[in-house]
């Protein structure tokens, strides 16, 4: 039996396809402001990855913002309990999930058998999420996917007290006018945002070992300054951006094997 697991995230829609302990395929577009039809091209992308039709699927799972605006799905499940259940599966060892995406971020603490013991949510914040790094990277007239390359060249720790993206825009602009080096501003974007992600988990509670999820987990800057606000290592798995959609997926294959 194949499952489909949708993340309807409020930025990108991605979809994972499984059967019998194996990804089939992975797929992701923009969400845009149509739910439905971004969910509707991602799975269609994903069955022409695998070669299959539709008609091989044997549940559709949602998961995410968007979960319940599907018309096709079988059924949904929150994002909260499609992380715990894939991190568990790919990695049973970790305690702490934080997934951090375009929009919002979230912290969770499992418990031994992969359940979810109490979590956390940052919705209202551009700081907390991937959001803050592409409105500084346009600020400074950098790449995004420069961004945390060019941070791992800092040495040195520069403040940043904005708690806010706006006020933190304004600040990266003070620093430039000050002389600091880009390397060493982006270093700051990455910590500051670091340090709103731990406040967050600190809500829920940090038991290692600590997994990091969603789109931020590619950039490489942010993983840095993560750790160094844990003091831990932290674990980033192979496709950060598709864990949740795996997690519906697979949640989707518990249900028809109970």
């Known amino acids: 039996m194949i499952t489909a697991g ?8 991605k979809v994972v396809l499984y059967r019998d302990g194996k990804v089939l395929a992975r797929a992701g577009v923009r969400s845009g402001f149509d739910p439905p039809a971004a969910a509707e091209r991602a799975l269609e992308q994903a069955l022409q990855q695998a070669k299959i039709g539709r008609q091989a699927l044997t549940t559709v799972i949602t998961t995410g913002a968007g979960r319940k605006s599907v018309p096709f799905a079988d059924d949904n499940v929150t994002a909260v309990t499609a992380d715990a259940r894939a991190v568990h599966e790919l990695a049973p060892e970790v305690k702490t999930i934080l997934d951090i995406g375009a929009e919002e971020g979230r ?18 914040c551009a700081a907390g999420a991937g959001t803050f790094v592409e409105t500084m990277a346009r600020t400074l007239e950098v790449p995004l996917e420069e961004m ?16 806010c993206a706006v ?13 600091t080096q880009i390397k060493d501003i982006c270093r ?3 910590d500051a945002m670091a340090d709103r992600c731990v406040a967050m988990a600190r809500r829920s509670g940090i038991v290692p070992q600590v997994a990091l999820i969603g789109g931020v987990g590619y950039n490489v800057g ?37």
């Open 167 to 179: 006020f933190a825009e304004s600040e990266v602009v003070s620093l430039i006018h000050q002389g």
């Open 148 to 163: 945390g390359p060019l941070s791992l060249q800092s040495e040195k720790a520069t403040a940043m007290n904005a708690q």
């Open 107 to 124: 912290s969770i603490q499992c418990t031994e058998g992969g359940r979810v013991a109490d979590f956390a949510m940052n919705e209202k």
């Open 188 to 190: 700051a974007v990455h």
């Open 6 to 13: 949708i993340d309807c995230g409020a930025y990108n829609t």
């Open 222 to 258: 942010f993983v840095s300054s993560l750790q160094r606000e844990l003091a831990l290592e932290v674990l980033v798995p192979e496709h950060p951006e598709y864990v949740t959609a795996l997690g519906a997926a697979l949640l989707g294959a518990d249900h028809l094997n109970s």
